[in-house]
Structure formats: C-alpha cells, structure tokens
C-alpha cells in the first residue's frame, strides 16, 4: 500500500512498501531456465532516522515529540560570516518560502499526526548491518557509446517484448527500440550484463533526446505524464552526479507529440525559483499545457521530523511539483478531474540521490482508471508505465533488492508462473481517510 493516510492537506505516502507490491511475485529468468522469487527493495534506503539541524529552527512536525523538540530548537554553533546583501535569486526563494511556509507546517503536522496514529513514524529502524547499496551506473556511458550505431528506420521502429512467447529473452535492442513486459509477473532478466528486476506490464526505451523518436513512433498518446528533469544548480555541477540539461533543452521534449487531449503533465522542480517561473511561464505555455496547481513532496524522518529545517535558509525539506492540463479548451473537460492546489505529498525520502517517491497512486483520482502513464527522465520502472531515460533502468538493478527463492511453483499462480500475457492484479487495503 502506497497512500497510507489521505486527507483533504494531502497524503502520507509509504515509498518502500508501494516498491515492494509490485514485486511480491517475480521470475526469474537464466538462460530458458526460471525459476520464481519474490523481490523487496532494501529497505534501509529508506531508514533515514535523523534530521540534519544546523540551524536554530522554529517549527518542526512533531506532534508533541518534546525530546525532538528540543533538539531541533538547541542553538547551533555558527561561523561568523561577513554581512552581505541578498540577490535576486535569494529574495524571490525567501518570498516564495513566506508564501507557502504555514502550508507546509500546518499540513505535515496533520498528517504525521496521523500517520502516527496508524502506527507509522515511530521512529523504528530494522536492524540492518549492510552497507547502501552504490551500484555504478553506467547507463548513460551506454547511450552516449550507442550514438555512435546507425539509426533505425522509422518503420521498423516497433515495440519488442522482453520475453517471447515461449518464454525465452530476446536479442533486444534497448537504445531504439521500446522494450515491453506484457506479462503479470515481475522478471528478473540480464541485461547488458546486469541483472534487472523489471516490473509486470511496464515499458520503457533507454536513450537521451538524440534517440527520443521511438518514444513518439510508439504510438501511444497518454493521460498522465511525469517529468523530473536533471535541473542544472551548483550541487550537480561540483558532485557530477549525474549530468544536467540547460532548461532550454527541455523544450525540446515532444510532449504535444505524447500528451492525449487534457492529460495531466507533472513536473518536478527544484526550490530555485527562477526554474518554477521558467516551468509556469515558459516551458508549459510552449507545449499548450495550462497550469492549475503546485504541489509539495514534503520529506520527513522515520519519525516524523522535517529532514531538514524548515527555514534552513540554505536546502529546505520540500520540492515543488508543478501540475497542468495539455490541450485543454474547456471548463467542462477540467471539471471531471479537478485538482487541487498546494495539496502535500509527505514521506520518507530514500537515500539513494534523484529517488523520487511514485506518483501512481497519489495522481490516480485526477486521470481516471485505466489511464496510459508516462515518465520522463525516468531513473526506475512502474508497473503499466512507460519510461524513458538515459538511466531509466538505474533503481531497477538487482543490487538495490533483496531476492528470496520461492520453494515451489505452489507460491505462483499457474497462468502467471508461464509468464502469459495479461493485466496485473494486485491487492491493495483500503488506505484511512483523514479531513
């Protein structure tokens, strides 16, 4: 279960829990030889315990947590630095903070507070003694390498399956083609030399924009598209994490081509201010997307503190997630999904850097059922999702899960264990709503 406590602020969402549910059942696949397993995402990437105060902090979420309290309030010892004026950039992140800052506060203290009530946030660690995972991920090595193979016609740029009908992997061509899981199982399957955990009914293309096109050629039109692009900043450029695009280039992106008629486009975007205003005024406006709401991925510890103060002049624990409508004409065609603003989405957040919590069911109510879902600049797999990326596959490496064989084909429903095609079932309960 993903969406553990509803409300009308916003949501607790359980990250590691919505991971480890698509993948209770998977095959695994060496050779023609399978065999079945269950698969759970490490839970340690999400044990992050303690809030990271610097500073003197005047509110924090605790819901009488008076121990938390305290030692979020103890003065910290400060360097003495030279008074100098704020620029542009800092005054509009402060005003920005001063708008939105009760919001925050008032809506994460409802929703710790419950989440509490339900047994979450107690601040419980697992006893795990192995190390984060820190796979090196080469992927965008790859597609850089595979610009240099020929293009494919457009005519034969079809969807290929992961597994072929009777059950063995294909050639497949990841950098041109669309790759698809069409069965009700997760499988686990070597790629590249690697071995990936790939969810049931998912698809995805592993290329950067010079390769994009068999994205477009695919011919789906989608109802939800997610967007969290590498923003260029400071961190980026002296860690080299991960390489960043110049906002310009995300025009570039053929959302028009991809959006269905009133699709819901869903940006993430960093606290720097001049991105929101390049996503709200420029970016949306130039692929006809109109924007109706901001949203906030609001970060907490395991139990229930801001993972970093709140008025930490410096990073703040929350992003801001811009939503829009593609193409949309009317008042009657926005009032069947209506959306609204600065609406919370609060968890723990992992510790594996650019891990973003899943959308898919904070975002359902708003496209309806059976929507068509795309992300880009996709870092991990969903299950009936499209992705794209040039790291699309980096969470989806086996380092990140824990597999346990299954004893006997007994755990896995015939029809399933034969990898046949299908719609994924999964059970969910019925999250708790608060007002």
Known sequence: MSVVVPSTRGCFVDACSFIDQCYSRCIRWRG??????????????????????????????????????????????????????????????????EKIRSAILEGTKSLVDSAKLLGHLNGEM?????????????????????????????????????????????NLDLFSRVTEN??????????????????????????????????????????????????????????????????????????????????????WVTNRPSHLRFVCEELYPHWGVQVVAEWYWVKVTTAGQFVFPLDSPHKKPYETLVLGRYGSSSSSETSKFPLEDQRLIVSVPSSLHSQKPSLAEVLKPYVGAGAKCLELFARNLQPGWTSWGNEVLRFQHTSYFTLTPLDDQADTPKDEATGSPGKPSHRHRSPTTVE
Request: charged content about 25%.
């Open 182 to 267: 069409a069965v009700d199982l997760a499988s686990v399957v070597t790629l590249m030399g690697e071995e990936y955990v790939i969810p049931p009914h998912s698809a995805f293309l592993l290329s950067d924009f010079t390769r994009i096109q068999p994205l477009v050629h695919y011919g789906k039109r989608f109802d939800l598209i997610v967007i969290d692009p590498p923003w260029e900043n400071k961190s980026v450029k002296r860690s080299r994490r991960y390489s960043s695009l110049p906002s310009s280039q995300l025009r570039r992106l053929p959302v028009p081509c991809l959006a269905s008629p009133n699709s819901l486009v869903v940006t």
């Open 126 to 170: 697992e006893a795990v003694k192995e190390a984060l995972p820190c796979q090196a991920c080469n992927l965008a090595s790859l597609c850089d390498m595979a610009k240099e193979l020929p293009l494919v016609d457009e005519k034969e740029v079809c969807p290929q399956l992961l597994v072929d009908e009777g059950g063995c992997m294909s």
């Open 32 to 97: 023609d030889q399978k065999s079945p397993v269950s698969c759970c995402f490490k839970r340690l990437c999400f044990q992050m315990s303690e809030s990271h105060f610097s500073v003197n902090v005047s509110a924090a979420p605790h819901g009488g947590n008076r121990d938390a309290l305290q030692k979020a309030d103890r003065p910290a010892k400060k360097r003495k630095r030279k008074h100098r004026e704020l620029n542009q950039g800092e005054i509009d992140s402060r005003a920005f903070h």
